[in-house]
């Protein structure tokens, strides 16, 4: 602690602006939670104050310049916002000057004027909230002890010297509560009964909290102004614990689940409203220590959820075992302790002392419709309308459904239209006569009968309504045949319908003519009683019209070659038609489609142009290619629910289909290098023989080649040029090639030796027979020739042929 204090101190001492402790900053956690980004709104309005003071009076300072020269007071400090995220990735604000990482942010609170710490919906926030009121402790101690609270500089005229301190709490720290009069359970708590709180057991640090900044504001009064704003259920906006409630009602679920009998008291407050009360508070800020931030108005669970159901939804409701609720997974810890308090809290100090604006003054109930804008508003939920119109055998159909299930719409064709209601209808009445509140029971005391505490009215409406609907089940169970009249009364009914003016509808179809495009579509005849249609619905003016909020038109346009031809091409499994049927049926069409009375004049008339969608293609059965051209126009569906489920599940098997391919591409890569290198290798090894091959036949032809010249070496070559070498090594003259030159020439003083005949050895031998001769010749000696008696030799051929005795020798 003593660390993080030093740390502040360098801080403050140091020159940068930022670091320096001002009046004018402010510090806000979790800027963009629920409750932090209206709050950021409420205190933007103080920075434009800001603003325009600053510009009035850079131009008095004009004026006076011109005037005389004045002494100018030095420029006031500029509001400053600061504050945590709760996602890291956000790196601005509007209007935040500074976002700061939680974990560097305890040096840089208290060096803000005002703190505002909100631990309603986030428990990782505590911790923090913790570190930070010690270190304040330590820092309100040691500047009591050094008496230096007078010695700190006023930043402009007027400005308040203490530190302010506002804790956003939860109603949870009331939840254990017991009554104030056992007589009366029902008597509401005031501010002043903060001291007899009792906390739910999984709200007890919030409770700590509550006390250590109480015990703060107590004991540091002259330094610091800390005050608890407990608040209640916030709503309005993109809704935070209600939401599941919310966006089940706008999705049309068939049954919005009440958590018990629905007759326990929740205490409510508008986030926008909480968010003026946090600004009235800074701008003013009173004496006291314990706020209740609630509305006057006691809402119950029930009057919660059944004006939802009622109002936007489809107006039926199960009560569940609270138990029950956590097989929802929606709803978490936090959501189930708050929906099933039961609190009765009265607020004194925001109605009598501070005057507070209401942002509506109706109840949660009436307010409904108004909160319901808001919410598709925020979430960015819209209703697409189409119709789909086109020749027979198109694929309109095929096309509809495909639109229906990736957008979340609903289908309505003429053909089903009737069976739609009809199960619809059946359901309701079967879920009537079960009841709400079969698998809970009926409770006890003052939950006895929960369905008699609510309006009179409207229970005389919904028995009316129970009783409509049985009769008009009643006609559709009967079998008889319907009109055109009846058909189109119920396409009217299903458009306007909770569920198709919610999400949206896709038409199949239908209309074919002009007299039922203004029957349909009429303004005035909207106020019909149809089933299931209330008057709530009057309020929510961009559904009333119904046609002028058409989106678009779907044309799939063919010729009626490829008309019949497709009609030919059917799948098996396909109901098929026969050529007269087709080509009646689409001579009826283009009977109907001309110029002057086809249905396309009417929304023209709106200026709502059609989307003509080219089919082209015979075997595109499934309608991919018509539909890749919608999805370009209405663009991305909206994130919702049911719908959100079908995203990510067509998000995950796109996914897994383009894993699977690319891992079937991979293995077709790998077994492809695999393939080529068994070749290769093969090759190689293939490549290698025939190359020693050749190589042998090379050595061989080489050497035949060669032999000659070999045998030329070894026979005259050699014999003379080795014993020179030999003499050359033996001797190692100074110059060898000249005395291999002189040794070579003593050899062959005649030149013979360069001859190709010449042979040293038998020059030596004839050259000894030479001189044997001339020694024969001087001793006249006749010597017969030396032959075997073998070889006896005719005298005749003797004769004939005289011999030479030293040759034949």
């Not at 402790?21 to 709104?41: A, M, P, Q, T, W």
């Not at 631990?119 to 304040?136: A, F, G, K, M, P």
């Not at 089903?416 to 509140?437: C, F, S």
């Not at 299903?494 to 074919?512: K, M, Q």
Request: glycine share 6%.
């Amino acid at each position: 602690m003593k660390k993080s204090l030093e740390k502040v101190s360098s801080d403050r001492s140091s020159s940068e602006p930022g670091n320096l402790f001002s009046f004018k900053r402010y510090f806000i956690n979790n800027l963009d939670s629920y409750h932090g980004e209206y709050v950021l709104k409420e205190f933007s309005k103080m920075l434009d104050k800001n603003l325009v003071a600053s510009s009035r009076e850079s131009s008095l300072t004009a004026v006076g310049e011109d005037a005389e020269p004045l002494l100018r007071p030095p420029p006031e400090q500029p509001y400053e916002i600061i504050g945590t995220v709760s996602d890291i990735k956000m790196k601005s604000l509007d209007n935040v000057t500074r976002i700061i990482s939680k974990a560097e942010c305890l040096p840089q609170m208290l060096t803000c004027g005002t703190v505002i710490l909100d631990i309603s919906s986030d428990r990782t926030e505590l911790n923090i909230v913790l570190d930070y009121l010690q270190i304040l402790k330590d820092l309100l101690e040691k500047q009591t002890l050094l008496n230096t609270t007078s010695s700190v500089v006023e930043d402009g005229g007027g400005e308040s010297k203490k530190r302010y301190l506002i804790l956003i709490s939860t109603v949870m720290t009331w939840a254990a509560t017991k009554p104030l009069d056992p007589d009366t359970p029902d008597m509401p708590f005031i501010e002043s009964d903060f001291r007899k709180r009792k906390p739910h057991s999984n709200y007890k640090m919030h409770y700590d909290i509550e006390n250590e900044i109480i015990a703060i504001a107590r004991k540091y009064k002259t330094q610091i102004g800390a005050l608890v704003v407990n608040a209640g259920v916030t709503y309005g906006g993109r809704e935070d614990v209600l939401f599941y409630w919310f966006q089940k009602a706008w999705e049309c679920e068939r049954i919005l689940p009440l958590l018990g009998h629905g007759g326990n008291a929740v205490p409510l407050i508008n986030v926008l409203d909480l968010a003026q009360i946090i600004y009235n508070l800074v701008t003013d800020f009173p004496k006291k220590l314990y706020i209740l931030a609630v509305e006057q108005n006691v809402t119950k669970q029930r009057e919660i959820i059944k004006p939802l159901g009622r109002t936007v939804g489809s107006g039926m409701f199960k009560c569940i075992p609270p138990e029950d609720a956590f097989l929802i997974p929606e709803i978490n810890q936090r959501i189930f302790d708050l929906m099933t308090l039961n609190l009765n809290m009265e607020p004194t100090f925001i109605v009598e002392t501070m005057g507070l604006q209401w942002s509506s003054e109706l109840s949660f109930a009436e307010n409904v419709p108004v909160l319901m804008k808001q919410f598709k508003k925020e979430r960015g939920l819209k209703s697409f309308k189409v119709i789909v119109y086109g020749p027979p055998i198109v694929g309109k159909t095929t096309l509809s459904k495909l639109i229906c299930e990736a957008y979340g719409l609903v289908y309505i064709s003429p053909e089903t239209v009737a069976q739609d209601i009809l199960d619809d209808l059946a359901w309701r009445v079967n879920h009537w006569e079960v009841g709400e509140m079969t698998t809970v029971g009926m409770a006890v005391g003052d939950e006895k009968a929960p369905a008699l505490a609510d309006n009179g009215d409207d229970i005389g409406d919904e028995e009316g309504v129970q009783e409509t609907a049985k009769q008009a089940l009643a006609i559709l169970r009967s079998g008889r045949i319907l009109s055109d009249d009846d058909v189109m009364g119920y396409i009217r009914q299903r458009l306007l319908s909770r569920e198709a003016l919610n999400r949206g509808w896709v038409l199949d179809a239908f209309p074919t003519s002009m007299a039922q495009c203004i029957t349909l579509f009429d303004k005035a005849d909207e106020q019909d009683s149809d089933i299931g249609v209330e008057k709530e619905e009057e309020e929510f003016d961009e559904d009333i019209d119904l046609f002028s909020n058409v989106l678009k038109k779907l044309l799939p346009e063919a010729t009626d070659d490829f008309i019949c031809e497709k009609a030919m091409r059917q799948p098996e499994g396909d109901s098929r038609l026969d050529e007269e049927a087709v080509l009646k049926r689409l001579s009826e069409f283009r009977a109907g489609d001309t110029r002057d009375v086809s249905p396309l004049n009417f929304f023209d008339e709106l200026d709502i142009h059609p989307l003509v969608v080219p089919v082209k293609e015979h075997a595109d059965y499934s309608m991919k290619v018509s539909y890749a051209a919608v999805t370009l126009r209405m663009g991305r569906p909206c994130r919702y629910g049911k719908l959100i489920a079908l995203i990510e599940a067509a998000e995950k098997k796109e996914k897994e289909e383009l894993e699977t391919l690319r891992a079937k591409e991979a293995k077709a890569l790998k077994d492809l290098e695999k393939k080529l290198k068994e070749e290769r290798e093969e090759k190689m090894e293939y490549w290698s023989e025939l190359y020693a091959l050749m190589r042998e036949e090379e050595e061989a032809a080489l050497a035949a080649a060669g032999e000659p010249m070999r045998n030329y070496l070894v026979h005259h070559i050699f014999p003379t040029l080795t014993p020179a070498l030999l003499e050359v090594a033996k001797l190692r003259p100074e110059d060898p090639i000249d005395f291999l030159a002189e040794y070579l020439f003593k050899l062959n003083p005649s030149g013979k030796m360069l001859e190709p005949g010449y042979n040293l050895q038998a020059e030596k031998l004839l050259g000894k027979i030479k001189v044997l001769d001339d020694a024969l010749k001087d001793l006249d000696i006749k010597m017969d020739p030396l032959l075997p008696p073998e070889a006896d030799v005719d005298e005749t051929y003797i004769s004939k042929k005289n011999i030479n005795k030293m040759n034949a020798l």
